[in-house]
């Protein structure tokens, strides 16, 4: 079952979604909910502009854009697939799954995979429909295709993995089951030559080839008096900064982990329900609230905070040149100074709110908005 509103719970805003058995008591009305901060003018202190957009159906899902040898692949409600260009936006390939998509999109430049609705994993060869295969639960995450191989991570954190040119099934790790899990995009990601996933609150590295479990490390303790203030998966997407992987942990903590020897670097208690931006010096991210804040990344030291983008519905955040860049509830996408968290810069999409969290490749900035449009910025 999917609860997307929580009145209790108010930080839990209308971006959530719970998967389990949820009591009634989570449903009702988010009448109540804050006013978005209103924006303040921005004079322009870097310079960017739209260099194409492509419209797909509507993004109801968490849309994962990937890029792979100067194609960014990307995919719509209905089902839709595509592999476009990143320089021009021109369509390289187009597919379609057959159904409408619950996650996407994984590729690896060659194969490209989704996961639909009614629980197939739909594997592309370069456009072509290469196999399928039906899935034991519901998935979320879009699928990591890595070394001739597609990972795939439930909402339940099980992961498994299939021969990406034949679609065998070559191995499954099943977590216990928790009562309530998250109806959000989780953690998996390579590492060397690991498979890093979210389980839970913990951090884990999985042996690749037969799914064994290596080490794991909890980058948050749930606390709170029922199931739903208990709950602290990992969010996706992760981001690795050389032997660092850092994360959040929902509505409890962001932190990093020193994935080439298993430890947790730092972990610091802020709710949240979105994806953190990091690179070798800071990492940011905002809380439930929408209030900004940096830490050092190898430290956990705090920056700055910023509140004025609070209830503004945030995305996740990437880190880019001298600025953070998230997007907002209507399709606004902000620049603000990595080091104080000043605006810099305001772009418009097409009015509809951000869904994914925005992607870099090389000078390229990409997002994704509700209503299926597809953008390319030039940061200058």
Known sequence: MIVERARGWRRLVARLGLAGALVAALAGCASDKPKPAVLEPVAPQIAGRQIWNFKLPGIGFP?????????????????????????????????????????GVGSDGRHAAVVTRNNELVVFDEGRLAWKSR???RVLTAPLVAGERVFVLGVDRSVQAFDALDGRS?????????????????????????????????????EPLRGSVRWE??????????????????????????????????QSSVGCVDAARGVLRWSRNVGGTQAVGADDELLVAADASDRLSAWRQGTGQLVW??????????????????????????????????????????????????????????????????????????PE
Not at 178 to 204: K, M, S
Not at 233 to 248: H, K, M, N, Q
Not at 355 to 362: D, H, K, M, N
Request: proline fraction near 5%; aromatic fraction near 6%; charged fraction near 15%.
């Open 217 to 250: 490390v909890a980058v948050a303790s749930p606390r709170g008096t029922n199931e739903v203030e208990r709950l602290a998966d990992l969010i996706g997407p992760a981001v690795r900064v050389e032997s660092s992987v850092c994360v959040r942990a929902f």
């Open 63 to 103: 849309l994962a854009m990937t890029v792979r040898e100067g194609r960014v692949y990307a995919a719509g409600d209905d089902g839709s697939v595509v592999a476009l260009d990143i320089g021009t936006g021109a369509v390289v390939w187009r597919a379609q799954a057959g159904a409408p998509l619950a996650a």
């Open 170 to 206: 070559l191995w499954a790790l099943q977590r216990p089951g928790d009562p309530l899990t998250l109806g959000q995009a989780g953690v998996i990601l390579p590492f060397g030559d690991t498979l890093v996933v979210g389980q839970g609150p913990r951090l884990a590295s999985v």
């Open 135 to 137: 899935l034991a639960g």
């Open 305 to 378: 905070t910023s509140e004025k983008f609070l209830f503004r519905q945030l995305s996740g955040i990437v880190l880019a040149g001298r600025a953070a860049v998230f997007g907002d509830l209507d399709g606004q996408l902000h620049f603000v100074d990595r080091q104080d968290g000043r605006p810099l810069l305001r772009l418009p999409t097409d009015g509809s709110a951000i869904v994914s969290t925005p992607v870099l490749s090389g000078a390229t900035l990409l997002v994704a908005s509700r209503s299926g449009g597809v953008f390319a910025f030039r």
